[in-house]
T-cell receptor, first 113, second 113 residues
Framework: KAGVTQTPRYLIKTRGQQVTLSCSPISGHRSVSWYQQTPGQGLQFLFEYFSETQRNKGNFPGRFSGRQFSNSRSEMNVSTLELGDSALYLC????????????FGPGTRLTVT | QQQVKQSPQSLIVQKGGISIINCAYENTAFDYFPWYQQFPGKGPALLIAIRPDVSEKKEGRFTISFNKSAKQFSLHIMDSQPGDSATYFCAASKVNSNYQLIWGAGTKLIIKP
């Protein structure tokens, strides 16, 4: 089976712009979670989608949003980018959601200048 | 109550030695403690996980030790190899709940040949 894929892998944006990141989960997986990874901060949970519904949400401002399509592919959008949004954004898929079987993609490295 | 504190931040070990990474948690409701391994350019991958009904779990050269009373758990890598050089993350959460994984900040491990 193909693993979790994320596009693009690298992105450079300017403050104030918006960005959309894409994640394709492992075939058959219905849950997609998004994380922000910054040096020294570990992974911060953004949100989880299951069968096109947001099931869980972390403590991020409303500028961060997401959605999931009927084929389980997911997109994450960040509006009005700030310098502090520079990070590696990781997507993880799992068959039924939950904690026990998360498979991560390689991430999208976002740099905001 | 939601933090997971991981130490050390970085670690250099000679080939063949034992690598030890420690984590401490605060929330006594947590009952799932995984360790993830992340190589550069890749997403984290589940290495080994433990539930609090056992004090130790071993998989090959990797062992988790768990001390429920101290609210601490640690990863031991025996006979450390250069291929083990990676960043290691501990995490904690409560299974069968709406909790998400709470992640440690990571430990960058370098195994010197």
């Amino acid at each position: 089976k193909a693993g979790v894929t994320q596009t693009p892998r690298y992105l450079i944006k300017t403050r104030g712009q918006q960005v959309t990141l894409s994640c394709s989960p492992i075939s058959g997986h219905r849950s997609v979670s998004w994380y922000q990874q910054t040096p020294g901060q570990g992974l911060q949970f953004l949100f989880e989608y299951f069968s096109e519904t947001q099931r869980n949400k972390g403590n991020f401002p409303g500028r961060f949003s997401g959605r999931q399509f009927s084929n389980s592919r997911s997109e994450m959008n960040v509006s009005t980018l700030e310098l502090g949004d520079s990070a590696l954004y990781l997507c993880a898929s799992s068959p039924q959601g939950g904690l026990l079987e998360q498979y991560f993609g390689p991430g999208t490295r976002l740099t905001v200048t | 109550q939601q933090q997971v504190k991981q130490s050390p931040q970085s670690l250099i070990v000679q080939k063949g030695g034992i690598s030890i990474i420690n984590c401490a948690y605060e929330n006594t409701a947590f009952d799932y403690f995984p360790w993830y391994q992340q190589f550069p350019g890749k997403g984290p991958a589940l290495l080994i996980a433990i539930r609090p009904d056992v004090s130790e779990k071993k998989e090959g050269r990797f062992t988790i030790s768990f001390n429920k009373s101290a609210k601490q758990f640690s990863l031991h890598i025996m006979d450390s190899q250069p291929g083990d050089s990676a960043t290691y993350f501990c995490a904690a959460s409560k299974v069968n709940s709406n909790y998400q994984l709470i992640w440690g900040a990571g430990t960058k491990l370098i195994i010197k040949p």
